[in-house]
């Protein structure tokens, strides 16, 4: 496979999402992106803006094992990891694997969980693997988080934890869509009052775990030059300084960034990343890693405005 290889891939996933989900073509991008870097992605938007129709449509799409977990508020850390049942037959204790034991997870509107029960996730979502009384367990390298959450909520939901953020890949808000894009909605998905089923419009698996593998190898060849090195790691950097910023990126995030431009680059048909890839993907890949200056939100400044003045103040090479 090449470099051309990869983009055939990318835009038969991108076709075949858009059967069922109209609009959302920048979420699809870095949804791509996120899945040829191995990130993991958050859904963030208000209700009935498709954050599952998209996420499940997108797990349609790839030829991996799909598990969805809808999360709520009396569920428990073994409710998603599973737990040991003792065989009276064998006098042992066999292990009941949880639904975390999968390839996509969907963690629909996982902001509805307590905190004992989203730190389950930290390691599954950091290292691939689980520990369950005292057995470490391997999720296989394809596990990636597909999470959603409702913003405008303020009841019965629990913030989740900045040290989870930090594991998400993208945030990426999704918004009401424009009247032409609303109006195709309604003429495509206005016959029922429920969530299409995607059944019935004939979504394929057009990505095998081979080609993915395959894939993911081309993405971490692709060539990041030092000059692009150096703007990754002052972007990242000056996040710090800001005056508005109260907390700024960690390591974590220079890293994920590097290898998200060059996903991203792969999926534009290049074998080599430029400034603007990083200008493209550092608000999605910042604005959960930030934390505002309680200044800053009084005066009405959100992470996305403070991010555009660092991307301003930072010199992109030439």
């Known amino acids: ?42 859904l963030e938007g208000p209700p009935g803006v498709a954050k599952t129709l998209l996420a499940q449509s997108f797990a349609t799409a790839l030829a991996l094992k799909f598990g969805r977990i809808q999360f709520t508020p009396d569920m428990m850390p ?40 989203q730190a389950a996730l930290l390691q599954a979502m950091n290292e691939r693997n689980v520990t369950i009384d005292g057995a470490t367990y391997d999720l296989g390298d394809n596990f990636l988080v597909l999470a959603t959450q409702n913003p405008i909520e303020q009841q019965g939901v629990y913030p989740l934890p900045e040290a989870q953020l930090d594991r998400f890949l993208f945030k990426i808000v999704l918004t009401y869509h424009e009247r032409e894009q609303e109006r195709e909605i309604v003429a495509r998905h ?79 048909g290049r074998d080599f990343v430029i400034p603007d890839d990083v200008k493209t993907l550092a608000p999605a890949l910042l604005r959960h890693r930030i934390v505002v200056s309680p200044s800053a939100e009084i005066d009405g400044l959100g992470a996305d405005a403070i991010l555009r003045d660092v991307l301003d103040q930072v010199a992109a090479p030439r």
């Open 1 to 42: 496979m090449d470099i051309q290889g990869v983009r055939t891939i990318a835009d038969a996933m991108r076709a075949e999402v858009r059967k069922v989900v109209v609009g959302q073509d920048e979420a699809i991008s870095l949804m791509l992106t996120g899945l040829l870097c191995e990130g993991h992605i958050l």
């Open 78 to 117: 073994g409710d998603l990891l599973g737990a040991g049942v003792f065989n009276f037959q064998t006098s042992s204790f066999t292990l009941t694997r949880g639904p975390i034991f999968t390839d996509l997870l969907l963690a629909d509107e996982i902001n509805r969980t307590p905190p004992k029960t």
């Open 190 to 268: 206005g016959r029922r009052s429920a969530m299409p089923r995607l059944a019935d419009f004939d979504l394929k698996a057009v990505v095998s775990r081979e080609e993915l593998a395959q894939a993911r190898e081309i993405v971490a060849s692709v060539r990041l030059t030092e000059p692009l090195v150096d703007y990754v790691v002052d972007l990242i950097r000056a996040t710090r300084d800001h005056a508005a910023i109260e907390t700024g990126a960690s390591t974590r995030a220079a890293n994920m960034l590097a290898a998200a431009t060059r996903a991203y680059a792969v999926t534009q």
